[in-house]
Nanobody
Framework: QVQLVESGGGLVQPGGSLRLSCAAS????????MAWYRQAPGKEREWVAA???????NYADSVKGRFTISRDNVKNTVYLQMNSLKPEDTAVYYC????????WGQGTQVTVSS
């Protein structure tokens, strides 16, 4: 089993930055990829960014050029660096680990407001 804990969310002004963290524990050797998703009030959960075990990254068009996903294998942690934040980035951000099965964290709130 894999356990995921997100942290780093908070309140930030438009144009500001935040770095989210996702700490993984358990059977982490089985993880082949990690991803970030987000869900705003009244909207469906959407994919934001992904990183493979080999280090390849992909981003949703809405965050491309502003967000960066990275990982630290020593700390078993995946990060999402969010720059140039916009009010429409406001959402609960979730970490997902892909193995033969899927695992999700509980989410961390990001609020972008003037």
């Amino acid at each position: 089993q894999v356990q995921l804990v997100e942290s780093g969310g908070g309140l930030v002004q438009p144009g500001g930055s935040l770095r989210l963290s996702c700490a993984a524990s358990g059977s982490i050797f089985r993880i082949v990829g990690m991803a970030w998703y987000r869900q705003a009030p009244g909207k469906e959960r959407e994919w934001v960014a992904a990183i493979t075990s080999g280090g390849s990254t992909n981003y949703a068009d809405s965050v491309k050029g502003r967000f960066t996903i990275s990982r630290d294998n020593v700390k078993n942690t995946v990060y999402l660096q969010m720059n140039s934040l916009k009010p429409e980035d406001t959402a609960v951000y979730y970490c997902r680990a892909a193995t033969p099965g899927d695992y999700w964290g509980q989410g961390t709130q990001v609020t972008v407001s003037s």
